[in-house]
Nanobody, 127 residues
Framework: QVQLVESGGDSVEAGGSLRLSCSAS????????MGWFRQVAGKEREGVAL???????RYAPSVQGRFTVHEDAAKNILYLEMSDLKPEDTGMYYC?????????????????????WGQGTQVTVSS
């Protein structure tokens, strides 16, 4: 089982930037897929950025061109670089990772089925 701790969230003005970090411990594997999700009150958790098993990055259309996901594999830290932030980016951000190819191959949907989530980190973007 993997333990996940998110950090880096803050309150910023529209157009600002943030870097979120996700520290992972436990049974992390080189073949893991991993990514970031966000959730706002009254809505379902939304996939934001994904690193596929092979390393290719995928993004939700709403953040394409503004967010970048990458990993420091040696330290088991997943990052989400966010720029040109918009009020609609506001939410609680969670990271996730999974070693099951059967889940990773399903992209955001598969990764979202993970059993354990961290506490998340809050991002608030004001106008």
């Amino acid at each position: 089982q993997v333990q996940l701790v998110e950090s880096g969230g803050d309150s910023v003005e529209a157009g600002g930037s943030l870097r979120l970090s996700c520290s992972a411990s436990g049974r992390t594997l080189s073949g893991d897929c991993m990514g970031w999700f966000r959730q706002v009150a009254g809505k379902e958790r939304e996939g934001v950025a994904l690193l596929e098993t092979g390393g290719a990055a995928r993004y939700a259309p709403s953040v394409q061109g503004r967010f970048t996901v990458h990993e420091d594999a040696a330290k088991n830290i997943l990052y989400l670089e966010m720029s040109d932030l918009k009020p609609e980016d506001t939410g609680m951000y969670y990271c996730q990772r999974d070693s099951r190819l059967s889940r990773c191959i399903k992209g955001f949907e598969g990764l979202a089925r993970a059993d354990t989530w961290g506490q998340g980190t809050q991002v608030t973007v004001s106008s």
